[in-house]
């Protein structure tokens, strides 16, 4: 929802500045308040994305799959091993 919002914050800064541009002769003007609104979105995405990075819920959350990919690896080996025996059983045609 983050990442949409700031989109959006995006597109209504380059539309601010179009409709402010007071006539045709100010192209360069208007291409380099775009690029520092870009820059300045871009900036505060990284800052967003790191933060949400860092916070304790993304660390629990990396936690918790690195517990439990070890436990997945450990009962896939255990179904391996039970298909292995169940195809060792089935009579063949």
């Keep these: 929802m983050k990442a949409s919002l700031l989109l959006l914050l ?8 179009t409709a402010r541009a007071d006539a045709p002769e100010e192209p360069k003007a208007l291409v380099q308040k775009v690029q520092e609104l870009a820059q300045k979105a871009s ?3 990284k800052d967003v994305f790191s933060r949400v990075r860092e ?5 629990q959350a990396r936690q918790w799959l690195a517990d439990n990919a070890e436990l997945a690896k450990q009962r896939l080996v255990w179904l391996r091993e039970q298909l292995a025996e169940l195809w060792k059983k089935t009579p063949a045609m």
């Excluded at 995006?10 to 500045?17: K, M, P, R, S, Y």
């Excluded at 916070?55 to 660390?59: I, L, R």
């Design 10 to 17: 995006a597109c209504t800064a380059v539309l601010a500045v």
């Design 43 to 45: 900036a505060m995405a």
């Design 55 to 59: 916070s304790e819920a993304a660390q």
